[in-house]
Structures are given as structure tokens and as C-alpha cells.
């Protein structure tokens, strides 16, 4: 009997719907998603809000002949409506499809996903990754196009990897900060409500992680508001289909076959202070204004005075000794013992080390880059050098720009290098870094950039590339038989960016 009364509704619902709307834009307005795949798992997600009852099917075949998977559960109120199905007993290398049903009657658009391969199986790989999407609408459309997205569902990938910032709580677009727990639901729902997002998660798995705009810019633990802390990281992970772990846990690792294993780290939950938030970095001293580079070379210092006069001062001593702090951490104790050694005792081919923040050298306002925790970022890379472990490719965020380069214990004195490769990607839907520089510090700025990151070493950083104008994403193509990882930015119409993809051959 409690099916009758909301079956009832549903069906009223249902009847209701014009005819402009599908079932899947009325019952569940803010889409659904499969992630966390593994070979055998997935975590399913929708939101409703009370109290209908929900159910989820799935199966192998589209037309759901048979069910792998059965389950119904009815929205909380205390997780916002938000509802996860984790899925287990799932055969390796298989396409799966589900869809969900309310009050019994009305079924949502069928979603598909594809589990990872076992682990001894040899597979390609195509994966895609950007970060970096402000979902804020303006009236009753985002105000930042995300057209981007449907091309990346368009390259059908294996998963699409969504390195941090996936809401914009304090977008200045909003006439206020999010703040508490109802706010930063309301955000993640916000842009959950987009289209192109909505179809890329209909049809393809994502493995998610968030970064500072999920709670506050570039906030870290140690000053951050506790409150806000915990509403934002609850809201988060309520809205994305992660697989929920110990204390909140948001660092994993995931396999695909014998070719890749994926490090997803948490660069928010742990770190320290940046020294731009101390009196130890402000140039000149008692100023409020922290040094704008001050690990760069002082000879190129003087270049770039030109574009910022504080650049001609020298850097506080105090600065350099605070930014090499060896009790400075973004990773945390528990998180770094974890990684190295998940790393060392990794089977893969390749090893993907997923970074909200880019490992690279930019020097340009470091502090809340692995940059600014030098003695951390020092650690980390001769760890991976020392221990020879091999075929280790950064893949990062946050910068709103392509950036493809060497990852150098230091850029400009000499060492042994660390063989490894960063590519940056991004943004989604937000301001690319060439408007952010035009704001802040005028036109001229955004070339200068470019140039001394594409410049060759001593005199620029020697990127390969570096697109600083306009959306982007990355398509990693792992080929099982080649032996190599080829990796393509591209912009919103698909189109390279980069003259040439970077194609590398793993090491024996």
C-alpha cells in the first residue's frame, strides 16, 4: 500500500509535464551521475527532494531486460535531497546502464558507463580532464558558456576527471559568498542544473575532487572558519558520486588494467598557512601587498619591474625562509606516507598523479601552489626519483590555462631531473588567465607571460606550450600495445591548442 499514494502522484506528475520538458528535465532537474568506477563498483547519484520514493536500475542491456542492480531509497532531508547508490559485484571491461524511477511509475533518461578493466588485463585508456567551472547563473542562465563540455562528451572518453573548483561559492558573480550548508548546496544544484554538464554525466563516469572554490579562495585548513569548512567539504561530497570514506577522506586511487593507476590527492584538507596570509612575504616589509615572485632569479626580477615596481626590491629574507619551511604541508602527515606508498608498490604502467594545484614552476604568485611549500614539493619529487619509480605524469588544474612542461626540482639551478611531465588544463567556465592578468595588471601583462614560459631555459621556463586565452581540456590516450600516454589540449570546439600533442613512451 505505501507505493499506491506516491505512485499516484508520479503518474500525476508525470501527466503534467509539458511537452517542451522530458521526464528527466521535470523529475530529476539536476541530472544524475555515475563515478568512482572501478573494475567491479560505481557510485550512482541523482537529487530529489522529499519525499518521493526513488529507485535505481541497472543492467546491461539498454532496455533493461534483466537487472544486475536494484535498490530505492527516499530523499533526506538532511542530505539536501541529495541520494548515492554505491553498486558492487559489477564484471570488469562491461557497459552498464541505469536509470532511475519515481513513486514507482515515471523513469528518468538512462545513463551508461563502462567499469574498468581488471587489473592484470592489458587496455587502452582515453580519459579527459579540465577543472575550473563558475556555474553561477545570472537571470536564468549561467553566466559562463559550459559548450565546452559537450564536446568532451563528444570524444566518448573512458571518464572524464574534473580537477577541482566544480562550483564557485564565492563567485563575485553572486551577490554573496556562500557560507553555510543549505548555501553550498544551493551552488553545487546551481550548476548541476547546467545542460552540457547534465549530458556529459548521463553518458560518461567522472572521478571528481574539489579545490579552494568549494569552500573559499585559496582558503587552507589552518585559517579557515571550521563552520564553513565542514558545510562546504559535507556539500561536496553529498554532490558528487564519490564513494564515502573514513573522516571524510577525500584522497583515492583508482586502476585501470595493467596501463594506469590514477592518484587523486586532496591539496585543501591538510595544508598549513600560506605565507602570503604572514607579515613574512609583504614587499616592502609592513606593507600589505605580498611579493607578487620571490623565489624568482633577482636579474629576472628586474626584467618584469617594468610591468610591477615592487619586483625591483629585493625579497625579505624572512620570505624564503618561510616558503622552504620543512613543517609547512599541503598534503598532510597521513596523505603523504599514503601516497608514497601507494606509488611505490604500484603495478601500473603509468602512474597519474591528479593535483588540484600544479606541480611546476611559474613563480609567479607561488603561495598557493606546490611552489609555495618548497620543502613538501622537494620531498615528494626526489621521494619518486629516489625510488626510481617510473612513468609518473602530473596531471593538474586551477591555473585557467594549458601549460605543458617539465617537472624540474628547480627550474633554474642545475640538478638531476625528475624525467616527469606536467599538463595543466582549463578552464571549463570561468575567465581564462590572459582576462585575469588584462584585469589586474593591463594588456601587456598576458604576452609577457606567455613568452618567459615559452622562452627557453635560462631565460624563460621552456614550456612547450602555453595557451592562456580561452577553455580548454585534455585527451589522454593510453595505448596498452605502443606503450605510450599521447596528450592532446584541445580548445571548446576540439581543436588542438598546442602545435604538437605530448606523446611519451614509458620507460622500462
Known sequence: MRRIIPGIVAVIL??????????????????????????????????????????VEVSTDPRFGSLVYAAEATPAAERGGMLKFPVSGLRPATRYY?????????????????TAPAAEARADLRL????????????????????????VAMEEPDTFLLIGDTIYADSPLASRAART???????????????????????????????????????????????????????????WPIAEQPEGRLYRTFRWGREVEI??????????????????????????????????????????????????????????????DPDRTLLGAVQKAWL????????????????????????????????????????ILRFIRTSAIRNVVWLSADMHAVL??????????????????????????TAPFARELELFFGPAVAPAFAAFVLSPLPQGLGAACAVLDRPTYALVEVSSGARTVTITPKDGAGRPVCRAPLVLTAAP
Open 14 to 55: 508525470a501527466v503534467m509535464v509539458p511537452p517542451a520538458f522530458s521526464q528527466v528535465d521535470f523529475l530529476f532537474p539536476h541530472g544524475f551521475a555515475s563515478g568512482d568506477v572501478t573494475a567491479t563498483s560505481a557510485v550512482l547519484w541523482t537529487h530529489r527532494p522529499p519525499p518521493l520514493e526513488v529507485a
Open 98 to 114: 541505469y536509470r532511475f524511477q519515481v513513486g514507482g511509475v515515471v523513469y528518468s533518461e538512462t545513463g551508461t558507463f563502462v
Open 128 to 151: 579527459i580532464f579540465s577543472g575550473d567551472a563558475d556555474g553561477t547563473h545570472t537571470g536564468k542562465a549561467p553566466f559562463f558558456s559550459f559548450a565546452l563540455l559537450e564536446t
Open 181 to 239: 550548508l543549505a548555501e553550498y548546496r544551493a551552488k553545487h544544484l546551481e550548476t548541476r542544473s547546467i545542460p552540457a554538464l547534465q549530458r556529459l554525466l548521463r553518458r560518461t563516469p567522472v572521478i571528481a575532487i574539489w579545490d579552494d572554490h568549494e569552500v573559499q579562495n585559496d582558503f587552507d585548513r589552518e585559517t579557515v572558519d571550521p563552520g564553513r569548512f565542514a558545510a562546504g567539504h559535507q556539500a561536496f561530497v553529498e554532490a
Open 263 to 324: 592518484f587523486v590527492l586532496d591539496l585543501r584538507s591538510y595544508r598549513t598557512r600560506q605565507v602570503s596570509k604572514t607579515p613574512a612575504c609583504m614587499n616592502p616589509p609592513g606593507s600589505r601587498r605580498p611579493d607578487l615572485a620571490p623565489t624568482l632569479p633577482q636579474n629576472l626580477r628586474s626584467i618584469f619591474a617594468l610591468i610591477s615596481s615592487q619586483l625591483a626590491l629585493p625579497v625579505p629574507a624572512a620570505c624564503l625562509q618561510a616558503l622552504a
Open 340 to 379: 608514497k606508498e601507494r606509488l611505490a608498490r604500484s603495478e601500473a604502467t603509468w602512474k597519474f598523479i591528479i593535483s588540484e594545484v600544479p606541480m611546476q614552476e611559474f613563480f609567479a604568485q607561488p603561495y598557493d601552489r606546490w611552489e609555495g611549500y618548497a620543502a613538501e614539493r622537494t620531498e
Open 404 to 429: 605543458v612542461n617539465d617537472v624540474r626540482l628547480s627550474t633554474f639551478a642545475p640538478g638531476e631531473p625528475t624525467g616527469m611531465k606536467e599538463v595543466v588544463a582549463g578552464p571549463i567556465a
